[in-house]
């Protein structure tokens, strides 16, 4: 059996990112749509996620490796930005308690500084710039 899985599986991209986000995509449009039933609403989510389903397994079983790889590229450019700042987020409130976040008036940089220090200088170690905020 091993080997015959390997033989299919010989050549082909397999899982990525982008494979990742159209199968959880799947499952939760799906989820919802069991959700509405037999309505409308229904029925156009579930064939929304079996749809994102079938292309998800194209997509794993496709020979044309540089195609779906450009697929998957173009969606990381999507997909990081996102990332980066639902993970910022959490960050700061997971150190909410203890940290205060500025941003850099010069370059934008999100800086974090202890909390309950008074009124302090900040200096950006991006690009020097000081400036005085109250913790």
Not at 15 to 36: E, H, T, V, W
Not at 67 to 81: G, Q, S, V
Request: glycine share 10%; hydrophobic share 45%; aromatic share 16%.
């Amino acid at each position: 059996m091993r080997n015959w899985l390997q033989r299919v599986m010989a050549g082909r991209y397999g899982p990525d990112q982008l494979y990742f986000a159209l199968f959880i995509a799947a499952l939760l449009l799906n989820i919802i749509g069991a959700f509405f039933g037999g309505s409308v609403a229904g029925l156009v989510l579930d064939v929304l996620g079996y749809g994102l389903l079938i292309w998800a397994f194209i997509r794993f079983l496709s020979r044309n490796i540089y195609a779906r790889r450009r697929e998957n590229d173009r969606f990381l450019r999507f997909w990081w930005p996102v990332r980066t700042k639902f993970a910022g987020f959490f960050r700061r409130l997971k150190c909410s308690r203890t940290h205060k976040f500025f941003k850099c008036p010069g370059c934008g940089n999100m800086l974090r500084v202890p909390k309950g220090k008074g009124k302090i200088e900040i200096t950006c170690p991006r690009c020097g710039e000081r400036f005085r905020r109250k913790t």
